[in-house]
C-alpha cells in the first residue's frame, strides 16, 4: 500500500507488492461538493467578521471616548485606545486566515469534484488539514492559558491565605 504524506516526505512503501487506491465515489464526490458549499458560505462570513472587526480596530478611539462618557470607570477606557485597536486587530487576523483558507479550500474542492482534478483535490485536502491545525493549535494555546490561570489562582488563594 502506497501512502503519501500530505507534508511532502517520501511516500511510505509496505512489503505489501499489492496497491490500494483510494476510490472517490459518485456518493463522496456529491458529500464533498455539499461541503465545499457550507465551507464557501462560513468562510464568506468570517472574511466579513473579519473585515468588522478591523473597522472596529481603526474605529477604536470613537469607542473608547464613547465609553468614557458612558462609564468613566470602566476598565477599558483605562486600557487606552492602542491596546484596543491591537486587540481588534489581533482578533480580526485569527478569524481571517482559517476563513480564507476555508475559501481556498471550496474552491478547490469545487473544482475537484466537478471536473475530477486530482491535483484540485490534493490542494483542497491540503487546506482543509490546514484550517483543522490551526484552530487545533488555537485550542492549545486556548486550554494551555486556562491551565495557567488556574495554577496561578491555586498559588493566589494558598498565598493569600
Known amino acids: ?30 458529500y464533498i461538493y455539499e461541503t465545499a458549499k ?11 467578521f473579519a473585515a468588522f472587526m478591523a473597522l472596529m480596530a481603526f474605529s477604536a478611539g470613537g469607542i473608547i471616548e464613547g ?29 481571517f486566515y482559517p476563513s480564507f483558507l476555508l475559501f481556498k479550500y471550496a474552491n478547490a474542492a469545487n473544482t475537484a469534484v466537478l471536473y475530477a482534478d486530482q491535483e484540485k483535490f490534493v490542494v483542497s485536502m491540503k ?8 484552530w487545533g493549535i488555537i485550542a492549545i ?7 495557567l490561570s488556574i495554577v496561578f489562582a491555586v498559588v493566589a488563594n494558598i498565598s493569600g491565605a
Open 38 to 48: 457550507w465551507a464557501k458560505f462560513l468562510s464568506i462570513v468570517g472574511l466579513v
Open 141 to 147: 494555546i486556548i486550554l494551555g492559558l486556562n491551565l
Open 1 to 30: 500500500m502506497t501512502m503519501e504524506n500530505i507534508e511532502g516526505t517520501e511516500p511510505i512503501e509496505e512489503a505489501n507488492t499489492e496497491h490500494e487506491q483510494l476510490i472517490v465515489t459518485e456518493e463522496v464526490r456529491s
Open 67 to 95: 465609553l468614557a462618557a458612558a462609564a468613566p470607570g470602566n476598565p477599558l477606557v483605562q486600557l487606552g485606545t492602542s491596546f484596543l485597536m491591537v486587540y481588534f486587530l489581533c482578533i480580526s487576523l485569527v478569524l
Open 127 to 134: 487546506k482543509m488539514k490546514s484550517v483543522f491545525k490551526f
